[in-house]
């Protein structure tokens, strides 16, 4: 007789066999929706536009499947133009074939543009799982076709159970990739572009069950990139660098960066989307909020582990309308409590409690997740939570955001870990901001790129403000993605400008400060240019001097008032604002021996 203890290691066994062939061997059912009698007849009545995409992309999606994931098994309802077959033939045949994944295509019409998609609560398998592969495949769908994001949504709530997936036993979906009827028709009938629609669904696929696709010839090769500049590396103005960037494949994602040296330091210019710290010596472009803060060895750390919101915040003009890629590296130094840490991106309003309207990318560690939040009028809302196994170990951190399309994407170490897209994206923000909870944090290596669209950039050197490069020694830097979501390491390329002017130091961005000036106020604040006042005591009748002073302490512009009397005083200085670009800028006032200076924003 076998012992209790041996049935108990069989039955566990077979549990635990079952359980992998579970999660390794998978059955997807592809439902190129529509589609022509054997006679040729349109029984549906549908453009010839959704019958043709509906089966080239399920053609696609099934050769891509095939080819990836040699583990899965693939059948589809049709696989022919003339191959029309009834919707309660086509659930059938997916619970007869024991499908674990089905996707129903379609396309649009009635005016519109855009993807969207539909999950059934009628269907035999869990709503949130059905639900969970909805979004899936509408987020990677916007993100791979460059679709406007219209919903992911039940599909009773909007029009009627669908009769593909209503009893359906499979977790799945019914996707409408774009409109018939309108632009989006083009897009439809591009082969390059069907090939991306199909890369949505495989990746929504793999993503929903798990990563357990058996890979067939996976790319893992890292593109490269390069940089030179023409004329060489000498310049005394503009100049064009030139980018090459290579790819077993291809490249899809391409960032740039200018950085400006000041003594020993490495930054950007902030007006212009470009950020850098790596925290060797303290930064006068950081506004500090709650928290303690300290710049040392090279990091910046976070100390205080009661605070539950703390905040180190820059000015960042965030205006390109393109895309920025986000960076930094961080070490959860605290071993119990939230562990919680993060950054608030595309911020309006650094100086509130959730920074205005803005995006926070928040890593936690008590639960192990990375949770994607969108502030709205300083309100703050969960927008996507994903697992993500969190330590006390050093990890880089990426984000991706595009404000045309709403498409954020978080990367951990270059792996995605999370994406969701917003459907009325942020378009502007002048800040970004880090931020713990009651979480010692080390943070290192803080950057932003801009993305640029091909091989080629201008670059801008000069003293304006609006110059990529304002110092007699720059740098270049590049950094690129492929398809597959592998990263290139930073390629780097040292300037030397000689245009009149070039500096070499930074100067202090926020003056000493004197007190006795300290009621002075400015309002409208935030202005637009067209109307701020100045209010301010005058303690003699010494002329005060009123200057506009940008973020690395040039001055733009001054005006002055001549007190006649003692007291308040009330002064017109809409004219140092006029024209000036949306961001942070500093209002000095200088009365006799006396100074004080004080913050404004640029709407």
């Excluded at 949130?128 to 979004?135: K, M, T, V």
């Excluded at 931020?435 to 640029?452: C, G, I, M």
């Excluded at 080629?456 to 830097?477: E, F, H, N, P």
């Excluded at 005591?537 to 512009?557: C, F, M, N, P, Y």
């Amino acid at each position: 007789m076998k012992s209790i203890f041996t049935i108990k290691t069989t039955v566990l066994t077979l549990i635990i066999l079952a359980v992998i062939h579970m999660a390794q061997a998978q059955v997807v059912v592809i439902d190129p929706g529509h589609g022509y009698s054997a006679t040729g007849t349109n029984p549906d009545g549908r453009s010839a536009t959704e019958h043709a995409t509906a089966l080239a992309v399920g053609l696609k999606l099934k050769d891509q499947i095939e080819n990836s994931c040699s583990n899965w098994t693939v059948h589809m309802t049709r696989s022919t133009a003339n191959g029309w077959i009834s919707l309660s033939q086509r659930k059938t045949m997916s619970n007869s074939w024991g499908a674990d994944r089905f996707i129903s295509i379609h396309c649009n019409a009635g005016g519109g543009s855009g993807t969207e998609t539909f999950w059934c609560n009628r269907s035999t398998s869990l709503d949130a799982d059905n639900s969970a592969f909805s979004r899936e495949i509408q987020d990677r769908m916007v993100d791979k076709g460059s679709w406007s994001d219209r919903r992911s949504v039940e599909d009773d709530s909007y029009i009627f159970h669908l009769a593909v997936l209503n009893g359906n036993n499979a977790i799945g979906v019914l996707n409408e990739i774009g409109f018939v009827d309108t632009a989006d028709e083009t897009k439809l009938l591009s082969d390059s572009w069907r090939d991306l629609f199909a890369e949505a669904y495989l990746l929504g696929l793999q993503n929903s069950i798990g990563g357990t696709c058996t890979p067939s010839g996976v790319d893992t090769v890292a593109p490269t990139t390069s940089i030179s500049a023409t004329g060489g590396t000498t310049q005394s103005g503009d100049f064009t660098a030139n980018f090459t960037d290579t790819d077993n494949v291809g490249v899809t994602r391409q960032f740039y960066q200018t950085l400006e040296k000041y003594g020993a330091m490495w930054y950007a210019n902030r007006n212009n989307g470009f950020f850098n710290d790596h925290f060797e010596e303290t930064y006068t472009g950081y506004t500090y909020g709650t928290g303690t803060w300290t710049a040392t060895g090279g990091k910046m750390i976070q100390s205080d582990v009661v605070a539950d919101n703390t905040k180190l915040s820059s000015y960042l003009s965030q205006t390109s309308g393109l895309p920025y890629l986000y960076e930094f590296s961080a070490k959860v130094v605290s071993t119990s409590g939230p562990r919680k840490f993060g950054i608030h991106i595309m911020a309006d309003d650094a100086t509130l409690s959730q920074r205005g309207n803005s995006y926070l990318i928040w890593f936690s560690g008590n639960d192990d997740k990375v949770r994607i939040y969108e502030t709205v009028s300083n309100a703050l809302y969960t927008r996507a939570t994903v697992d993500l196994p969190q330590d006390n170990n050093w990890a880089n951190y990426k984000i991706t955001y595009s404000p045309a399309y709403g498409v954020i994407e978080v990367f951990k170490d270059n792996v995605s870990v999370a994406t969701w897209t917003d459907s009325t994206p942020l378009s502007t923000g002048n800040s970004i901001s880090l931020r713990t909870n009651a979480t010692e944090v080390e943070f290192d290596d803080l950057t932003v790129y801009k993305f640029r669209s091909g091989s080629s950039q201008l670059i801008t050197a000069g003293t304006a403000s609006t110059d990529d490069i304002r110092t007699a020694s720059a740098k270049v830097r590049s950094l690129v993605r492929d398809d597959a979501g592998n990263w290139s390491t930073t390629g780097s390329l040292d300037m030397t400008l000689t245009f009149p002017g070039a500096r070499t130091m930074l100067e202090p961005e926020v003056p000493s400060q004197n007190p006795s000036l300290s009621a002075m106020i400015l309002y409208p604040n935030p202005t637009d240019g067209q109307s701020l006042m100045m209010e301010y005591h005058a303690s003699s009748k010494a002329k005060t001097s009123i200057e506009l002073v940008d973020q690395v302490g040039r001055t733009l512009g001054t005006i002055y008032d001549s007190p006649t009397e003692l007291g308040n005083r009330r002064v017109d200085i809409s004219e140092v604002m006029s024209q000036k670009v949306s961001g942070i800028y500093w209002v000095r006032v200088t009365h006799g021996s006396e100074s004080y200076t004080t913050k404004i924003i640029m709407k």
